[in-house]
């Protein structure tokens, strides 16, 4: 019998267009798990890009304070390490789809506020970021500013893990990612190819088969994220 149990993520739903002053906007719905997600385009990049020809895509994240059981108090001087990790995670990812050359000299900064946390907060932040990132660059093919698109192909992001049965489930709640015994990240471009893959072995060691399964699982289970995004941006 197959190790894998759910193949299916929870219901997905983006809900696009929810903020008038951002270039790109969607609240991005993974179960119980939302989160806030703009873009914003700025006609300048960071002082290490200057003159260089390129543009850049970076990102912020943030868990707002009623998002979880317990209030989360707001990180405002300093944020912590598991925020700068997804921080950076949503950038690499994103920026590992975009030719930043024909983006130009501008920048495009993605903001991430989860709203309710049901686990896969920085999966969903990613999937969603990749709906707002193609609204703004429609706005910038629109107003004439770069000539073609810099986005090469669609990506998204799903947590797989193995819970404490050794069962395969995609798309974990809060309650199966506390429990589970092997926790995955996985981003994944269109054509099924890997951008990142963070794994963890919270209870006992995963084996290859296993390993096999979790990846298998995530490629079935993300085209139906991709079929989400295109009927949103469609």
């Not at 819970?163 to 974990?172: E, F, M, P, Y």
């Amino acid at each position: 019998m197959s190790i894998i149990e759910r193949s299916h993520p929870r219901d997905i739903k983006f809900t696009a267009g929810i903020n008038p002053y951002a270039a790109g906007s969607v609240i991005a719905e993974f179960g119980n798990t939302k989160v806030h997600i703009t873009a914003t385009v700025e006609e300048s990049v960071p002082r290490f890009l200057k003159d260089k020809g390129q543009g850049w895509v970076t990102a912020e994240y943030s868990m707002l304070p009623s998002s979880t059981h317990t209030r989360n108090r707001r990180e405002r001087s300093k944020v912590s390490g598991r925020t700068q990790e997804i921080q950076r995670l949503i950038g690499r990812s994103l920026r590992a789809i975009i030719d930043l050359e024909k983006l130009g000299e501008r920048s495009i900064q993605i903001d991430c506020d989860v709203l309710v946390a049901d686990g896969g907060t920085r999966t969903t932040s990613i999937s969603g970021a990749y709906v707002a990132l193609e609204m703004a660059v429609e706005k910038l093919l629109e107003s004439g500013l770069i000539e073609e698109t810099p986005i090469k192909e669609p990506l998204a992001a799903l947590s797989v893990g193995i819970n404490s049965a050794g069962k395969v489930i995609a798309d974990l709640n809060y309650d199966e990612d506390s429990t589970c015994e092997t926790d995955m990240n996985i981003v994944m471009t269109k054509s099924g190819k890997f951008i990142e893959v963070q794994g963890t072995a919270e209870g006992e060691a995963f084996s290859r088969d296993e390993l096999n399964a979790i990846l298998d699982c995530a490629t079935e289970a993300i085209q139906s994220v991709f079929k989400e995004q295109e009927k949103v941006l469609s």
